[in-house]
């Protein structure tokens, strides 16, 4: 792989997530950051500027929010940015921007405890924005409605407390994917209610029984495969199709790769817990559509790589301090933002 350049940037607090914002402009780069100060314990969300030349994070803009962010994410409603984000207090916030100048133009919420009785381990944006999916550990799954300026939610399912959600991603208008404990994944369809219409669990070695899916990813144009990474390393991919075999990519039972996968020696990038996976649109991989699509990760122990099946994996960042979240950026898949657990923000650019 080519040169990475690397610029880290100091908050001077504990940066809880990054994420880009759609592109406004072609001169407009934004990033969203979910803050969090120990000294006043104050959690805000803030916008900054992304200045090229050299480059430099700018703040634009800061929102106060009652308790620290949970769950972070960011798309775009009627062609404006739009930023949801879920809190320790059990609040979920929708803060909505004006296109021109990322400026706020409102703020709706759902209160606390109406949605989980703890907080949403995950939340996920639809395409678009006009639906969220939140799950927690509660075992509830909620989908909230986003209109121009008010919200409508209901409850698609709720496991009194015998399972676990701490992962959501959608798949299509109607479908998305969560997991859990025991690495274990369930894919849901909204025309077929009552629950999950098809479930993994990550039964493929004893030591795993205990795993959690911290994210997950699902390519637009792969629907039936779910990209899932968690704890001790492990990323996993599990195909609709051959549901009771996962491909192991990277960490626990990584040996044990040729289960539903080629016989091919797994390599793990990282033996601690996997806070984000997401597929990695910058590499274009060569391989058949049999292979899974290349992924990047970040980790506890402070790794931030690629991670490509039946290859050697690639190390692009490695930090002294746990890499909490990262996010690569839609419309400029070289640039990589992720938040440093030692209060900073780095920005990769791949050339």
Not at 103 to 112: A, G, N, R, T
Request: proline residues 5%; charged residues 20%; glycine residues 8%.
């Amino acid at each position: 792989m080519a040169a990475t350049a690397v610029h880290r940037f100091p908050q001077y607090k504990y940066v809880d997530a990054a994420r880009w914002l759609p592109l406004l402009s072609a001169f407009d780069r934004l990033a969203v950051l979910a803050l969090f100060d120990f000294d006043s314990d104050a959690s805000s969300v803030e916008i900054h500027s992304v200045k090229p030349n050299p480059l430099s994070l700018e703040p634009q803009f800061s929102w106060a929010l009652p308790s620290r962010v949970s769950s972070l994410k960011a798309s775009q409603f009627l062609q404006k940015p739009l930023i949801v984000a879920s809190t320790s207090a059990g609040s979920l916030h929708f803060l909505f921007f004006d296109s021109s100048d990322a400026s706020l133009e409102s703020e709706v919420s759902v209160p606390e405890g109406a949605l989980h009785s703890v907080p949403a381990s995950s939340v996920d944006l639809m395409d678009g924005g006009v639906e969220c999916v939140t799950v927690g550990e509660d075992g509830k799954v909620n989908l909230v409605g986003v209109g121009d300026s008010n919200l409508n939610y209901r409850r698609l399912f709720d496991s009194g407390g015998l399972v676990s959600y701490t992962a959501a991603r959608w798949a299509s208008p109607m479908e998305f994917a969560t997991g859990g404990y025991g690495f274990s994944l369930q894919w849901w369809d909204q025309r077929k209610p009552g629950g999950p219409v098809s479930q993994f669990k990550g039964n493929w070695d004893k030591k795993l029984t205990s795993g959690i899916v911290h994210s997950i990813d699902i390519h637009p144009s792969r629907k039936h495969t779910c990209l899932a990474g968690g704890s001790l390393g492990t990323v996993f991919a599990w195909d609709l199709r051959w549901q009771q075999q996962p491909i192991i990519l990277s960490g626990a039972g990584a040996g044990l790769a040729g289960a539903g996968a080629s016989n091919t020696v797994v390599q793990s990038i990282s033996e601690s817990e996997v806070w984000e996976v997401q597929y990695d649109r910058c590499i274009k991989s060569n391989t058949s559509s049999t292979r899974i699509l290349p992924s990047m990760i970040c980790s506890e122990d402070g790794i931030l790589g690629v991670i490509e099946q039946g290859e050697e994996p690639i190390e692009l960042l490695a930090e002294p301090c746990a890499i909490n979240s990262f996010d690569i950026d839609r419309h400029n898949p070289s640039d990589v933002i992720c938040s440093l657990e030692w209060e900073a923000v780095a920005v990769l650019t791949r050339q």
